[in-house]
């Protein structure tokens, strides 16, 4: 089965591609199927930012399409930075956006935080299925790591032994996250078609 990734984003492609096919889905990127398109998430949930990345693909294609929305919810700061992840306070470097988490927490006790990732597999009929994938951990006191992106090195996941995420092999991550999580359960659905 052909699936079209919803994204223009490398990396995520790359990821995508690596996790699907080895179970005989063939992903493709929304470019190599000549469709340039960047989707305005207007949403005010992760899942309806997949959906309407998802739908406007679908839209043109008529083909299997899978999008996702992720980010990182601070359960002190009201859930932020959520879905202003990538642009928290328009701040333009991801170092500064850690920075304005660490900052926010600063003199708080509860620092509960967890990554959520939300799938979107549209079908050949048009039809929508979501799958999320949540990790639960805590903010960290200071930035430590070199591996992963975006806030990994202030996140120590529940299961992260005491370490940000990005002080663990990059391996951890493909096992552990909000989105191998999501994965594993849209794998878990593609395979009962
Ligand atoms: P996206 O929707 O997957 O592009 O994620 C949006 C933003 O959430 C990213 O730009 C990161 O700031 C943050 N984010 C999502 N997943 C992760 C992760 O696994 N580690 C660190 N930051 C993440």
């Excluded at 328009?90 to 959520?116: D, I």
């Excluded at 591996?147 to 996140?155: H, L, M, Q, V």
């Amino acid at each position: 089965m052909k699936l079209i990734i919803a994204s223009n984003n490398k990396g995520k492609i790359r990821e995508y591609k690596d996790v699907l096919e080895p179970f005989g889905f063939q992903a493709v990127s929304q470019g190599e199927e000549h469709i340039h398109l960047e989707v305005e998430e207007t949403g005010s949930t992760f899942e309806q930012n997949a959906a309407l990345k998802a739908r406007a693909i679908y839209d043109q294609s008529h083909c299997c399409v899978i999008a996702d929305d992720s980010g990182l919810e601070v359960e002190a700061l009201g859930g932020e930075p959520g879905l202003y992840s990538a642009r928290y306070k328009g701040l333009p470097t991801e170092h500064e956006r850690r920075l304005a988490v660490l900052k926010g927490l600063e003199g708080k006790e509860n620092r509960h935080a967890r990554f959520v990732t939300c799938i979107c597999f549209i079908d050949e009929k048009g039809e929508e299925h979501l799958f999320t994938g949540i990790w639960n951990g805590i903010i960290a006191e200071r930035e430590e790591g070199t591996n992963g992106f975006g806030y990994d090195p202030i996140f120590i996941s529940e299961d992260g032994n005491g370490k940000t995420t990005a002080s663990m092999p990059l391996s951890f991550k493909e096992t552990h996250s909000h989105r191998a999580k999501a994965v594993k359960k849209l794998i878990a659905y593609l395979q009962s078609r």
